[in-house]
């Protein structure tokens, strides 16, 4: 039986660990997409000839065109995008550099444009195909702290629910997940460097919790999937009401920074 080929970008981190994973478990071979040529190695090792491992800068279109012709060489089809590669600069907007701006934007935002422009003719001769990408709660949500990766998510919201529209008529799945705060480097990250108090309003989820909503995502026929599931409906109706936004916020973002200490001796280093 000819199994999924699915490309991965970011799948040296937590999330993309935690993907790569469960796609195995479904017997999908997984073209793992990073910058970090070590961990790539690592995972090779550990998974032999389920994985590919490929360097990539996601904000180089050369090198998304050199990792995606690999890798349709390598097995002749793509059947899956899952656009996972994400960093986050916390700062208030009127003290972040512009190499901060630009790396987010760069990363976040046209990374997934980049591969999801490459890969795209061959979705379209796969037989199922989908395009799965972890924005975040930061995507329905304003995050303060966090203005420009908000806004990067925002946009990744806007842009892949068009395309779930748009690509209808190819049979292309389009899906966005939207998880809350996960237990990742990541967020040891952000906990260390001045993050949005929002961002430790909840215990953190595991990436495991990520990973298995990609899959529901692939199996799924919805737009958008929020994890846990829980917030979906609360995010989504807080945000009919702007003024309420800005009401609730300071009192959001005090629980938060009460939490953040606990929470912060739960997170991986």
């Not at 990250?189 to 919790?209: N, V």
Request: net charge positive; aromatic share 8%; glycine share 6%.
């Amino acid at each position: 039986m000819n199994t999924k080929i699915a490309i991965i970008t970011g799948a040296a981190g937590g999330i993309g660990r935690a993907i790569t994973a469960e796609f195995i478990k479904k017997n999908i071979t997984c073209v793992l997409v990073d910058i970090n040529k070590k961990a790539l190695a690592d995972l090779q090792k550990q998974y032999g000839d389920k994985v590919y491992g490929l360097y990539c800068d996601i904000t180089e279109i050369k090198s998304v065109k050199s990792t995606v012709n690999k890798a349709v060489k390598k097995y002749g089809a793509i059947d899956i995008l899952v656009n996972n590669a994400g960093i986050i600069e916390p700062n208030l907007f009127e003290n972040a550099s512009y190499k901060e701006i630009m790396r987010q934007i760069q990363v976040n935002l046209m990374g997934p444009i980049n591969c999801t422009y490459e890969v795209l003719p061959y979705l379209k001769k796969s037989k199922s195909p989908s395009i799965v990408t972890i924005a975040s709660l930061a995507g329905i949500v304003p995050e303060t702290y966090s203005s420009l990766y908000t806004a990067t998510k925002f946009a990744l919201r806007g842009l892949f629910l068009t395309l779930h529209i748009e690509l209808k008529k190819s049979n292309i799945k389009v899906v966005t997940v939207f998880p809350d705060s996960v237990n990742t480097p990541m967020l040891q990250y952000e906990a260390t460097h001045g993050g949005s108090p929002l961002t430790f309003l909840s215990k953190p989820q595991k990436p495991e919790d990520v990973a298995k909503a990609v899959v529901r995502a692939i199996e799924s026929k919805k737009p958008e999937i929020v994890v846990p599931s829980s917030q979906g409906f609360i995010t989504r109706f807080i945000m009919v009401f702007p003024r309420l936004v800005v009401m609730v916020w300071p009192l959001l973002e005090k629980m938060g920074t009460k939490n953040k200490a606990s929470i912060q001796k739960t997170i991986k280093s």
